[in-house]
């Protein structure tokens, strides 16, 4: 079983940061990948952005150049940068891991990130 404790989201103005986080009950070794999810009101859940245990990430093609994932294995924790945030960027923002070798998704329980025009 893993665990996923997010914390970070908020109301923001456009244009604004946030950093989320995400905190494993795991080592984060043992996790590939790392990443972070949205789903907007109204929406399908959707890919944000992943880190692999080696450290290579991936970005959805509407957040690259904005978002950026890092991980603090210390920490076994993973963060999402959110920069020059865009009303469109609201959602609730959802933390995921998939152990090493293993099928089952873990969630965390979300963040909500607001924009305001």
């Known amino acids: 079983q893993v665990q996923l404790v997010e914390s970070g989201g908020g109301l923001v103005q456009a ?3 946030l950093r989320l986080s995400c905190a494993a009950s795991v080592n984060i070794f043992s ?3 790392m990443g972070w999810y949205r789903q907007a009101p109204g929406k399908q859940r959707e890919l944000v952005a992943t880190i692999t245990s080696g450290g290579n990430t991936n970005y959805a093609d509407s957040v690259k150049g904005r978002f950026t994932i890092s991980r ?3 920490k076994n924790t993973v963060y999402l940068q959110i920069d020059s945030l865009k009303p469109e960027d609201t959602a609730v ?3 995921h891991a998939r ?3 293993l099928t089952t998704d873990y969630w965390g329980q979300g963040t909500q990130v607001t924009v305001s025009s």
């Open 93 to 95: 923002y959802y933390c």
């Open 15 to 17: 244009g604004g940061s």
């Open 72 to 74: 603090d294995n210390a």
């Open 31 to 33: 996790i590939n990948p």
């Open 99 to 101: 152990l090493v070798g």
